[in-house]
């Protein structure tokens, strides 16, 4: 029993904080100290040593939406090389930019 007690009074001198996660289910985690990691926890130890002052609110990130290019690819055989450059700005992301110089294929950050 002393070690417990000895616990929680070492974890109100460290600071902890306590966060609640709803990711289909509530999930609680922990962090003391000048520890960076979040611990998983139980719901009997969160409701236990959690507080006003010690929780982190805890936001769900948004969704990054990617940008996606995709051009037309031509059905007929046409020049090789415009053809080339059309399937290489379809892969590459969209902050670069295709070019032909010459009988070569360039692609540079934008």
Partial sequence: MSLKFLNIINE???GCKYQIKDVGGDV????CGPDKKWSFIDGVEFY??????????????KDKKSKIRQMDV??????????????YTNLSPSGYEVRIEG????ILPS
């Fill in 12 to 14: 109100s001198k460290s």
């Fill in 28 to 31: 609680f985690y922990k962090k």
């Fill in 48 to 61: 236990k040593n959690s507080s006003n002052g010690n929780i982190e609110k805890w936001e769900k990130p």
């Fill in 74 to 87: 031509p059905q007929k055989g046409g020049n090789k090389l415009e053809d080339l450059k059309i399937y």
């Fill in 103 to 106: 009988d070569k294929i360039t």
